[in-house]
């Protein structure tokens, strides 16, 4: 069994580089086409997690105002 560490920063981005490039069997231009695409999703949840924010803030508001 081994044991995880948390290498410093630098160490776990390289790792991180590493293990894209081993999925995508070697190939640069796949690795960072799959990091892009996945980036590019995150970016788009984010953006739908805003409109939420900003839908409740506004229901929110409403209530607080019917209250008083």
Sequence with gaps: ???P???PN???YDAAV???IATCNGDLRGALRALM???EQLESE???LQAA???FGTVERRTD???H
């Design 1 to 3: 069994m081994t044991i």
């Design 5 to 7: 560490f948390l290498p």
């Design 10 to 12: 630098s160490d776990r």
């Design 18 to 20: 590493e293990d894209a």
């Design 37 to 39: 695409l996945v980036n």
């Design 46 to 48: 984010l953006v739908e």
């Design 53 to 55: 924010m900003a839908a």
């Design 65 to 67: 105002q019917s209250l």
